[in-house]
């Protein structure tokens, strides 16, 4: 049998180091490079996306829980979508009392972020207004950063109410986390999502640590309508069939 000749004990701990050092390298370069979001900027203008709320209300009336589903989609887009801004390298965070409000050019949707706190917790008040539609009101929290799953990653909690023309209003909470991978850059989102509305629909997401996103909306305790898809391709939903009594 051919003899294998290892390379000295040596050899095999300076190319660990060299391993090491780029990877080092790497991290450093992402953390110094790169667009560097604000918090609240970036999450404002995340804010605007609300064309599935628009879309829902023209149907609301037949399919009330497309309704709540279109409302979980957009909390879920505004969540991924201004997670930039939480990464490793974000930008400086707005003072405590500072307040942005911008308005849609195209769309006229306005909204404004208020910081009311820093630390411990990141505290931002948030309300959206959409031209003959309604308006979205929350608050967002972000704790402090730590390591999930040999990652950098921030707790993320939402708490929104939905409040439309017909008088349809819905309740969403959310329980996720935002990260990244260091070496690649992506971010990640993973949790949970709960959401209910006067329709007596009530709804549940999870997130999971690879982006999938499964979940279910139930009426009197019967599921009406699955979700599925990605957080970066964005939620949908599938309606049952529901036969009439």
């Known amino acids: 049998m051919p003899q294998v000749k290892l390379p000295p004990k040596r050899e095999v701990v300076k190319t660990a180091l060299i391993a090491s050092t780029l990877a080092g390298g790497v991290l450093a370069a992402r953390l110094l490079t790169g667009r560097k979001d604000n918090p609240a900027q970036r999450f404002t203008e995340a804010l605007f996306a609300t064309e599935r709320l628009r879309e829902a209300t023209q149907q609301m009336a037949e399919t009330p829980e497309r309704m709540l589903a279109a409302c979980a ?46 630390a411990p917790e990141h505290v931002l008040t948030y309300a959206v207004t959409i031209p003959e539609v309604g308006e979205v009101r929350g608050t967002r929290r972000v704790g402090g950063l730590h390591i999930s799953g040999h990652a950098p990653a921030r707790p993320l909690q939402d708490t929104a109410q939905v409040t439309l023309e017909e008088g ?39 997130i999971g640590y690879d982006g999938t996103v499964s979940g279910t909306i139930t009426r009197n305790a019967r599921v009406i309508g699955r979700f599925e898809g990605r957080v970066a391709d964005g939620l949908q939903f599938k309606q049952y069939q529901i036969e009439s009594r």
């Open 73 to 118: 989609a957009y909390l879920l887009d505004v969540a991924y979508h201004s997670s930039e801004g939480l990464r490793a390298r974000g930008g400086a965070e707005d003072a405590i009392g500072k307040s942005r409000t911008r308005v849609h050019p195209y769309t006229h949707v306005a909204a404004t972020v208020l910081t009311e706190a820093l």
């Open 168 to 206: 349809y209003t819905a309740q969403l909470e959310s329980e996720l986390e935002i990260g990244e991978y260091l070496v690649t850059g992506r971010t990640r989102l993973f949790g949970q999502m709960t959401l209910r509305d006067n329709r007596d629909n009530v709804g549940r997401l999870h």
